[in-house]
């Protein structure tokens, strides 16, 4: 029997190729490569190297000036690709209207997702972020943490292969933060997680990969391990110099 | 009603394993039939999902007794039962031992019903396919569906009767 | 226990398999099914993308049409004579309009609404094209209805609707190209009544600064630059539309 399953179990790689981003009189990203595979990534920098660019970039959100981003060989342009995506912005809002349950259902139609699919999908991710008690509380009455809970709820709904999150653990608290790591190390099984983050505990423990971003370019990268010490001196000790 | 996928994989897989007797084709076949259904039909929540699906599913596994024999009759021949529970009787422990027994005991049961009987025991008892939906994966009429599962189980409680094991 | 449950287990230790799939390839293989990598190959049709936009458009934005209906009904009713008035209510349609099709930077969601199947783009081009077709549509129909009151056709008389909602809109647009557009989302309202005040003044019959088109027969003249407007306004919404990258950049 000629069985064809195999086109859908391939090995999951996301590479960025030579990247920039140029903006006016600034070069946001400057011609950064690397691979990234199925686990969690963690994207390390201070405010301003240029981690939010990238991740837009990556996200299909900017456009680079020059070279490439492709998941599995597809231009992160496609709209195949948004498909298995989610993404989580640094920043995100939400229409005055708009309960909990309701900002879900409409990403999960914005995604394509049947209406019935995306209401067990809605109440399993709003038991999962710990929000379905307050699912029918409009947004705008949500704390901080509950907001960034809600947007990793919605970055979650297509089950994607591809899960980019801008600063996800702020504004949660030390609990959220917890349940948090536990949430994406599960995720990073079968997917490639990209996290940024300014706070080297937040990816100490659970990144299977470390990316260390300054002044747009890539300072350092590969796997971290206990063995090697401590994350944050050398993180310290990088970004001194 | 709505469709969990992750659960009609485990009860497609189960069909599939009983068919075939082998992991990794078993879970090929469920793979296989998922995608060509998703090619034929686009979405999950088509009412006769889950009859196609097995039906999908089904031909798939025919295709390859075609070409291996039987498979599942032959496991049962190849099956000797009697030295297997000669195995477990030199277990330890009490409860293991119980269960192996009765395992065995269902097992011979099953081997003296026909195809067809396990076959409608398997989707209706089993993966809780309606009635309906089996006429629809045997090509058969929902009253004959009815019919013959009474039948069946009415053979099944005879042979596990004979097996010391009460089937109520 | 029930019978049938206990049926069912002593079914189970047959028809159980020993070995479970394998949890890895499952998990992966749902995903694709789950995010349409499986699927007939089918495009999100543009059907179903105006249906979900009709659905998330405030009621405010339709209320805000047949509002306009309603004063139509109302001022043919009371004055024939100043029917052409209405005309001066087109330019807050307009604004509300533009205002419903970029709730999304007002309100923080262009990013995400980006990164779905649909992206931002089309879902903008969706909520112009509803609630555009809409307001014409309402405008069209206030034109018929009040065909008996007006001694010009039926197609002069919506060109007179349709100018001050076409230049309001055009003006919106243009602002939205600005950063202090981008910053003060309202300010195409002030805009919005500075047209509505002119228009009243071009309007009432015995203005001094009524223009006597009519009069002379060069209808066709505001016939054509509603035309020539209406053409303006849907390529600078697209030139705009092409801009989202660097609107959602510098908005953020």
Known sequence: MELTTERTSKHMELKIDRVSKQYRNKIAVDRLSATLHTGVTGLLGANGAGKTTLMRMICGVLTPTSGEITYNGMPVSEERYRSVLGYLPQEFGCYPEFSGRDFLLYFAALKGMPRNEAEIRSEELLETVGLADVSKKRVRTYSGGMKQRLGIAQALLNRPQVLILDEPTAGLDPMERVRFRELIGEIGKSSIVLLSTHIVSDVEHIADHILMMKDGELLWQGEWKESDGSLEEFYLREFRE | MTFDISRQYDRLYRYCYYHTHNRILAQDIVQEAFTRYMERYGSLNEKNAVPYLYVIARNLCIDHYRRQGTLAEKYLQSQSYEEDQGAAQTDAEDSLQSFLITKLSVQRALSRLSEEERELLLLISVNEVSAREAGMILGISRFAVYRRLRLAQKHLRTELGKEGIDGD | ?252
């Open chain 3, 1 to 252: 226990m029930t019978s049938e449950a206990k049926n069912r287990e002593l079914l189970l230790l047959f028809f159980e398999p020993d070995e479970k799939p394998n949890p890895a390839k499952k998990e992966a293989f749902l995903k694709n099914v789950m995010t349409g990598q499986i699927t007939r190959a089918t495009k999100i049709t543009l059907d179903r993308m105006l249906l979900i936009q009709v659905k998330y458009i405030r009621k405010m934005a339709w209320l805000a049409a047949l509002m306009i209906l309603l004063a139509a009904a109302l001022i043919t009713k009371g004055n024939p004579d100043s029917v052409l008035q209405i005309a001066a209510l087109t330019p807050l349609l307009a604004f509300v309009t533009e205002i419903e099709t970029r709730r999304s930077y007002a309100y923080g969601m262009a990013e995400l609404e980006m990164t779905t199947a649909f992206s931002l783009r089309s879902i903008r081009y969706a909520r112009f094209m509803i609630l555009g077709l809409f307001d014409m549509a309402v405008l069209a129909g206030i034109s018929l209805l009040i065909r008996k009151y007006v001694a010009m056709s039926v197609l002069l008389t919506l060109a007179h609707l349709i100018l001050p909602f076409l230049l309001t809109m055009i003006g919106a647009l243009l602002l939205e190209r600005t950063v202090f557009g981008r910053t003060h989302p309202y300010g195409s309202g002030v805009l919005a009544l500075l047209i509505a005040v002119v228009t009243e003044g071009f309007l009432i019959p015995d203005s001094p600064v009524a223009i006597p088109f009519v009069m002379y027969g060069f209808g066709w003249v505001l016939e054509l630059a509603a035309v020539f407007l209406l053409a303006a306004v849907i390529a600078l919404f697209c030139a705009n539309i092409k801009q989202d990258e660097e609107m959602t950049a510098i908005w953020n």
